[in-house]
């Protein structure tokens, strides 16, 4: 069991860059899936980005942030990460960290374990 809680959020301007955190309380964390799900204000929630555990490392992203966002972790530190650059107003949004055991997808179901969310506003 982990427990996942974010942190980075904030405001920032068009083009401008923000690295989010969520460090995971927990054993075994390298051998979950860590995702980022992101609810833009009045939509529904969307997929952002996932990496696998279990020493595959391998990473994932929505069409909408590949090639501006990227997703790392730090297992000695219980840790990922999400690098957000060339921001852009439309990702102005709660960004939630998800973890799963079981299943590596980009299904909210799929995920056991949610952080409480960090506020990221892009400014035009």
């Known amino acids: 069991q982990v427990q996942p809680v974010e942190s980075g959020g904030g405001l920032v301007q068009a083009g401008g860059s923000l690295r989010l955190s969520c460090a995971a309380a927990?054993?075994?964390?390298?051998?979950?899936?860590m995702s980022w799900f992101r609810q833009p204000p009045a939509k529904e929630g969307e997929f952002v980005s996932r990496?696998?555990?279990?020493?595959?490392?391998?990473?994932y992203y929505a069409d909408s942030v590949k090639g501006r966002f990227t997703t790392s972790r730090d297992n000695a530190k219980n840790t990922v990460y999400l690098q957000m650059n060339s921001l852009k107003p439309e990702d102005t949004a709660v960004y939630y960290c998800?973890?799963?055991?079981?299943?590596?997808?980009?299904?909210?179901?799929?995920?056991?374990?949610w952080g409480q969310g960090t506020q990221v506003t892009v400014s035009s």
């Open positions: 927990g054993r075994s964390f390298s051998t979950y899936t």
């Open positions: 998800a973890a799963s055991w079981f299943k590596s997808t980009p299904f909210y179901s799929d995920y056991d374990y």
């Open positions: 990496i696998n555990g279990r020493g595959s490392s391998t990473t």
